[in-house]
């Protein structure tokens, strides 16, 4: 069966970029995402965890877990789709997006906490 | 000047040649431009959560997430857009088998989902703004109201752009050029969809955590 696929992709030079999207695939992440959403909702809307920061932890991955699932079965990226350029671009999207986001997240942080009104010398100011 | 220009060079035929026919083309330039597209909508999105983090608690006196968010209507707004994201699916394994009636329907089936989404979105924005908890209220809601709208804006347009291609579709059937427009459509909605993943975790789900 596979191989008929192969020998038919290669007969008709790659005419449709999505030409190994199936059934089978789509339903497959659409369950996995299904799941992955009710699980983040239930914990959060029933409070099972006592601790914030644990339920948080658990959302922020469930979430990841989910993207990655959305990536492979509805958006068919493999590292061989384009030629690699597609996974090439992902990957330096990627780095800017988590530099962006933990470096804002960092540097904000520790400019609320030094700037404190605690810390200023209100006769100081202009 | 113009001493320069056009100089053939001993041994060469004068006519410019460029080999291109054994250059390796890429087979689907526009899906990978349009993949660099997304990608950098995907920095824009990167930027607006940032916002969000740095911003997301600074409350100045007014609501909470909290007190505002109405997780029920979140969770059926999720499940529009992943079940609309399943029927895009459903209308690119028609086109593949050139089913274009069923493609056709799936379509509109899709673009009546996202259509639902929005209206519950702009329904939620409505009663915030009525209630007080519009996007000047507090940093918390500005950044809210434009990390969110962003996304329901992307959404808007992916549904005039769906309601186009159906349009083309029925004109000039499954032709190549149609399918192309179909797939480039199709990176569009997903992505959406996995922007929206962040949007509901990092957004409301955090957001109502004490």
């Known amino acids: 069966m596979s191989a008929h696929t192969e020998h038919h992709d290669d007969g008709h030079g790659h005419d449709d970029g999505a030409s190994h999207s199936t059934l089978k695939g789509y339903m497959t992440g659409f369950v996995l995402a299904a799941i992955l959403t009710a699980i983040p909702f239930w914990l959060v809307m029933t409070g099972q965890f006592e601790k914030s920061s644990t339920t948080a932890a658990v959302v922020l991955g469930l979430a990841a877990v989910q993207m990655i699932v959305h990536m492979i079965y509805f958006l068919h990226m493999d590292a061989k789709s384009q030629g690699g350029w597609n996974m090439l671009a992902l990957i330096f999207t990627l780095v800017m997006v988590v530099i962006t986001l933990s470096g804002s997240i960092w540097v904000m942080y520790h400019l609320d906490h030094n ?9 100081s100011l202009p | 000047m113009s001493d320069i220009q056009a100089i053939p060079l001993p041994g060469q035929p004068s006519t410019l040649s460029f080999h291109l026919s054994e250059e390796h083309h890429p087979q689907h330039g526009t899906l990978l431009g349009f993949w660099l597209y997304l990608m950098s909508d995907c920095l824009v999105f990167a930027c607006l959560f940032a916002v969000y983090a740095v911003l997301g608690r600074n409350y100045a006196g007014g609501p909470t997430g909290a007190q505002i968010f109405e997780l029920p209507v979140v969770a059926l707004n999720t499940a529009f857009l992943l079940l609309s994201s399943i029927t895009y699916g459903f209308a690119m394994l028609e086109m593949q088998r050139n089913g274009k009636r069923a493609m056709l329907a799936w379509l509109a089936i899709t673009g009546l989902l996202g259509a639902c989404f929005l209206f519950l979105e702009l329904r939620e924005f409505g009663h915030l703004i009525a209630i007080g908890a519009g996007p000047q209220r507090s940093a918390f809601l500005s950044s809210f109201f434009t990390l969110v709208g962003t996304h329901g804006l ?37 992505f959406l969809d996995v922007v929206w993943i962040g949007v509901f975790s990092f957004v409301y789900l955090m957001g109502v955590l004490p």
Request: hydrophobic letters at 55%.
């Open chain 2, 154 to 190: 992307h959404v808007t347009f992916g549904i005039v752009w769906l309601v186009t291609l159906m349009v083309q579709v029925g004109k000039k059937g499954l032709i190549a050029e149609n399918k192309r427009r179909l797939m480039c459509l199709s990176m569009f909605w997903h």
């Open chain 1, 115 to 123: 700037m404190m009104p605690s810390m200023m010398d209100v006769k």
